[in-house]
């Protein structure tokens, strides 16, 4: 499993409790390896693991996960720090 998989592993298992079905089947019906994912197609995949994640759970449920993988395709915010000499 690579890193970015393994990142969205960690997600889907803080909601659900068969992450790797999920992956599983969702990568399985798009030819997709499920234990080498990568940005670009997590995005591609984001809908789908939603929508699967709503029937399984709630809506709500399936909001909270597609939020939480989203995060994982946005770099996180850098700030910029900057000294004056005074």
């Not at 809908?47 to 939480?68: E, S």
């Amino acid at each position: 499993m690579n890193t970015f998989t393994s990142a969205v592993f960690d997600v889907l298992e803080r909601f659900i409790v068969s992450p790797w079905n999920l992956l599983k089947v969702e990568c399985g019906w798009r030819g997709v390896d499920p234990l080498n994912l990568d940005p670009p197609m997590l995005d591609t995949l984001l809908p789908k693991l939603r929508a699967h994640v709503a029937r399984m759970t709630d809506d709500d449920n399936a909001t909270d996960v597609a939020q939480a993988l989203q995060q994982l395709l946005s770099p996180p915010e850098r700030t910029q720090i900057i000294e004056y000499d005074v």
